[in-house]
């Protein structure tokens, strides 16, 4: 067994074993950007895009990857927009333990349609362009404060990446790329050794973005997650033990010719980015299980899994034997995708049990985020997720925790009761009341099962697919006009002893609560998008 197995069984026993170093403090003055930041380099300003009323979220989650769409520089330019850019202001009066500090321009909380652990986001989204592009080929840092792209190479290498992602790779033959990594500083400044867990999930939510927003135009988003990290961190002059490369993207772009075959007798010259991110901490700290788990999960990063590999982790099948709840038909999700990321938010304690949720609601969030929790690309369409659900306050279902059966699309009582004061107990953080949610929805995972099908490197995929169901989560929620939350912060044990997963290898590695909020909140939203 390598580490990463060490890794997760640590993740799952931290909230009774804390995980070194156990009295570490954030310094937040000493704390980093929340981007990268590249001084002296040139801005090219990203177009946006007009969002048609028919790209609806049913369609983004469909996520039909056979769709011979195109992508163009105000397309690239919406989807980065909608997804990591800024789109808007957020002040309201919520439980989090940040709300003092929000009114203050420094610390202010920007809106994002993707989420994020801690509201960090710490995934570099880089661009490397070939001469199919609209400007001159090079690679691009996607800044996010100014939605515009920072050129920090000029000149072809998509050659590079070509190679780096080796046979067998997914999307089209391109030159167009998306080259997503994570500077694990950047968020590994709070939440120390805990952080690769929660920067994994992030890559996830990202990605899962992008394949709603595409999605729903006719486009398509495959990520690769097995490639030649180090080829790639060299190429974006980066130290992986210090920024890992967690992604790439192809994307098929319109007007795109076939890439050059180079020479067989002629060696790439050795290309880099030379200038640097230039970091604000004065002190910057290395968390040992963090640099473990980078190191190990780049070891067999060119080790793509052959198809089929998954198939013995794929998730248990509802028990037939428990009692069945047949949910109604979700009614159709026909808000536009955008519109749905850019009201997404977390709730904060806003919650409150005198209004339930329909089960049509309910329904609507279970059977997204089944779908929404195969990532595709070069993982397959394995479903690796399951999903259970606490059932507190849904108009027409018994309170009680339930297994989700996405093929019947029906519920399987698992235990029955009002699970609220169980939830509470066993949640770490002040910043939300369980028992006044609805429900609340917990993806599983057979961590385990995948390490040992596809090694130390499964551990991102584990993360990436449970990252993209909290994404997929939020987004419906929006869209049925619920409010939603997730969390990392519970007894992952307290869980599995009290949905009876003894045995079964599933391990539950977040929390999503979804419900109706107080009305008439104090709130303040400025839009600048």
Known sequence: MGYAHEYAAAILQRGRVPMDPADYVPNWSDGPRKTKFYPGTDTLPLPDCDYPAHADLDRGLAQDTGGGGEFDLA????????????????????????????????????????????????????????????????????????????????????????????????????????????????NAFKYNNFSFHAVSMDLGACVQTWRMWAGARGLSVEPALWFDEERLGRLLGVDTADEGVFAVVP??????????????????????VRHRDLER???????????????????????????????????????????ETPLPPCPPLDIDVRTALRTRRSSFGRFESQRPLTAEQLASCLAASAAGSRIGGDTGGQRLAKLYAFVGHVDGIEPGAYEYDPDAHSLR????????????????????????????????????????????????????????????????????????????????????????????????????MIGNERPAPADFRYEIA
């Open 75 to 186: 397309l690239l330019g919406g989807m980065l927009r909608d997804s990591y850019g800024l789109t808007g202001r957020r002040l309201g009066v919520q439980a989090n333990t940040d709300l003092s500090a929000l009114p203050f321009y420094p610390l202010a909380n920007w809106s994002r349609g993707s989420a994020s652990g801690g509201g960090l986001y710490p995934v570099a989204v880089h661009w490397v362009s070939g001469p199919s592009g609209p400007v001159p080929p090079g690679v691009h840092h996607y800044s996010t404060r100014h939605h515009a792209m920072r050129r920090l190479l000029t000149g072809d290498v998509t050659g590079e990446v070509r190679a780096a992602l080796g046979e067998g790779a997914p999307g089209p033959d391109t030159d167009q790329f998306l080259v997503l990594s994570i500077k694990y500083w950047q």
């Open 251 to 272: 994307l098929r772009w319109t007007g795109a010719a076939a890439p050059r075959t180079p020479s067989p007798d002629r060696a790439p010259a050795a290309v880099a």
């Open 281 to 323: 901490s004065r002190t910057v700290l290395a968390f040992d299980a963090l640099r473990r788990m980078q190191a190990v999960t780049a070891a067999g990063a060119t080790d793509r899994p052959a198809a089929g590999a998954l198939a013995p982790a794929a998730a248990h099948p509802a028990d037939p034997d428990r009692p």
């Open 413 to 512: 009582l698992v235990k029955a009761g009002a699970p609220g004061a169980f939830l509470q107990k066993n949640y770490f953080l002040s910043n939300y009341n369980l028992e006044q949610a609805g429900a609340v929805l917990v993806p599983t995972v057979r961590t385990d099962a995948v390490l040992d099908a596809v090694g130390d490197r499964g551990y991102r995929l584990v993360n990436a697919a449970v990252g993209a169901i909290a994404q997929t989560a939020y987004t419906t929620a929006s869209a049925v006009g619920i409010g939603c939350g997730v969390a990392l912060g519970f007894d992952n044990i307290s869980y599995i002893e009290e949905l009876g997963l003894d045995g079964t290898g599933e391990a539950p590695l977040l929390i999503m």
